[in-house]
């Protein structure tokens, strides 16, 4: 570049020469050959003696405005800044300032706007090229500008001019159409355009200066742009590519391979990638994230251990990660039977809120372990239950949750939380039906005990709400007659007694014989009550005959009094 610079200062200044050496007098001869001394160092970069040359000629010359005298002070100038001497820009600065008609005004400009692009004196070098006049420039020297100048509002920030000047410095051949080309992708990348980001990266792949920078970008643009078939595709090579250069972007191009996978719901696949990268990278700038992350790859790959591990570095923040990762460990846990964890885990995802569904699901498994661990009287479970069935009335594990907390009341013999738990599952089958018999049965037997007689027939009669056990509704016969006979309603204790006879499952009933038993009593106990006491009366006979039956191990079992 300096070389086309020097041709055409030569060509100018020969130039300016044949017009001077036709108007001075012949005493100059003398000085002009001095001149073309300097010009020569000057076109051989011997920029020292070509200064003192100048500077010589400018001594010798008295005119001030003499062409060739403009010429050195132009050129002494150029080569102060060259030489990086300290006062080369003041030179150049008050070269303008005194000859702002001269034609090297325009290649001072240059001059002073590139000698502060080499120093990365940014902002003043845009302050020079901002006097250069593009028409004044050649093409290869236009090319020069808009990369430098471009480099130069990259350095400072104006990334949107900068990709403008970079689209036309690489537009041509030239020394600067590579690193053109470069920045020009890294800012159409920064700025969200990946086609043309990735087409840009695309050709410096094979470049000598960039091509170990490149398997990063492509790699990323693929997964930016949702194309994990295409990261899946070039993301080994350029794994590969990446560690050969040993780049300090190889951790990153194997998460990028590992989430890929993930994505793709490979986590076999995945795992040896994602362990590079946790093998790979400072545990300082590994985030919570990437650990959930290798969790999860664990988890669906059946290491349970090692995926509970990578979850407990999720729970340091409360936020959704943490509330997943527990209740991740939890289901871990279950899979390693340390259920104590397991319920630990599950109790902390659903005391978070951040995930309502997770929370949900959580609450129900943290309730299942409570009564699974638990030891009578089982308050854990029944309380977890019950504010699990309070926050979610409508769930669909609903019944579930109701036949658990079922289970839990049986446990406790509390018959009438039970029964209460038992009429609110809506969809029962023959199994929650026999339950709600039996159920509803000892909550009547154990009213009865306590001499709530009229409650517990009520209970008994809920026993016939469902009659799937013949046995367990004739048992509850005999109970109602009962009831009735404690409260010396004689004539409905018979009926009832003989309600009971008539029932499918009288004959296996344990109350049969005792049946019989009371059967008797109810009529010997009318009898007694009747206002014309006859002992050949027929409840007199009547109790006789059910006493004998009673008695009688051919007709009847003993009843377990």
């Given at each position: ?6 041709l ?73 800044l060259?030489?990086?001497h ?7 600065e ?43 420039l050649s ?11 471009g ?6 920030g ?20 590579q690193?053109a080309l470069?920045?020009?992708s890294?800012?159409?990348?920064e ?15 094979n ?22 078939d ?59 994230e ?14 349970w251990q ?19 990762s ?58 977890a239950?019950?504010e699990?069935?309070e926050?979610?009335?409508n769930s669909k ?7 658990f907390l ?11 939380r ?11 089958d023959?199994?929650?039906?026999e ?18 007689f ?17 046995v367990?509704?004739a ?44 059967f ?15 002992l ?6 009547n ?19």
């Amino acid at each position: 570049m300096k070389n086309v610079k020097k041709l055409l200062f030569a060509l100018l200044a020969a130039f300016i020469s044949l017009n001077v050496a036709a108007q001075v007098p012949v005493a100059l001869y003398d000085n002009t050959k001095i001149y073309r001394e300097a010009l020569e160092l000057f076109d051989h970069e011997k920029y020292v003696p070509a200064k003192e040359k100048f500077e010589d000629f400018i001594r010798l010359e008295k005119n001030p405005q003499h062409a060739l005298r403009i010429n050195s002070e132009y050129y002494s100038g150029v080569c102060a800044l060259y030489l990086l001497h300290k006062d080369a820009e003041y030179q150049l600065e008050k070269f303008v300032l005194e000859h702002p008609d001269s034609p090297w005004k325009q290649r001072a400009f240059f001059e002073l706007a590139t000698f502060n692009y080499q120093k990365k004196s940014y902002k003043k070098a845009l302050e020079w090229f901002d006097h250069v006049d593009m028409k004044e420039l050649s093409n290869a020297e236009k090319t020069e500008f808009y990369y430098k100048r471009g480099h130069a509002r990259f350095e400072e920030g104006d990334k949107s001019n900068a990709r403008v000047d970079f689209f036309e410095a690489k537009q041509n051949e030239s020394e600067f159409k590579q690193p053109a080309l470069y920045y020009y992708s890294h800012i159409t990348y920064e700025q969200g355009d990946y086609q043309t980001a990735l087409e840009g990266f695309l050709q410096l792949e094979n470049d000598p200066v960039f091509k170990a920078l490149m398997p990063y970008y492509i790699t990323q643009i693929y997964y930016k742009q949702k194309k994990y078939d295409e990261v899946l595709r070039y993301g080994p090579t350029a794994l590969a590519q990446a560690e050969t250069n040993a780049t300090k972007r190889v951790p990153e191009i194997a998460r990028l391979i590992g989430d890929s996978y993930c994505i793709k719901e490979n986590y076999a696949a995945a795992l040896p990638y994602l362990e590079q990268y946790h093998a790979a990278t400072d545990k300082a700038e590994i985030t919570r994230e990437d650990y959930y992350q290798l969790g999860y790859a664990y988890h669906k790959t059946s290491q349970w251990q090692k995926a509970v591990d990578s979850y407990g570095n999720c729970d340091d923040e409360n936020d959704e990660l943490h509330q997943r990762s527990s209740y991740n460990m939890g289901e871990c846990y279950l899979k390693l039977e340390q259920k104590e964890y397991a319920r630990n885990a599950f109790e902390d995802a659903s005391n978070m809120t951040f995930n309502p569904e997770i929370q949900e699901d959580a609450m129900f498994n943290y309730a299942k372990l409570a009564f699974e661990l638990s030891y009578n009287p089982f308050h854990e479970a029944i309380t977890a239950f019950e504010e699990y069935l309070e926050k979610y009335p409508n769930s669909k594990r609903r019944d579930e949750a109701y036949e658990f907390l079922l289970n839990v009341y049986m446990k406790t013999r509390n018959y009438e939380r039970a029964l209460a738990a038992l009429e609110k599952i809506q969809n029962k089958d023959n199994r929650v039906k026999e339950a709600y018999q039996v159920v509803a049965y000892n909550r009547g037997v154990e009213l009865f005990q306590a001499e709530k007689f009229a409650d517990a027939d009520k209970s008994f009669d809920k026993v016939f709400t469902y009659q799937i056990n013949p046995v367990v509704s004739a048992d509850s016969r005999f109970w109602k007659a009962e009831v009735s006979y404690r409260l010396r309603d004689y004539n409905k204790a018979i009926q009832r007694y003989q309600e009971f006879f008539t029932e499918a499952g009288a004959y296996n009933s344990e109350f049969y014989g005792a049946a019989h038993y009371g059967f008797g009593y109810a009529y010997f106990k009318k009898g007694l009550d009747e206002d014309n006491f006859d002992l050949s009366t027929n409840l007199f006979t009547n109790a006789n005959t059910s006493f004998r039956k009673y008695v009688d191990g051919s007709h009847a079992k003993i009843p377990k009094k």
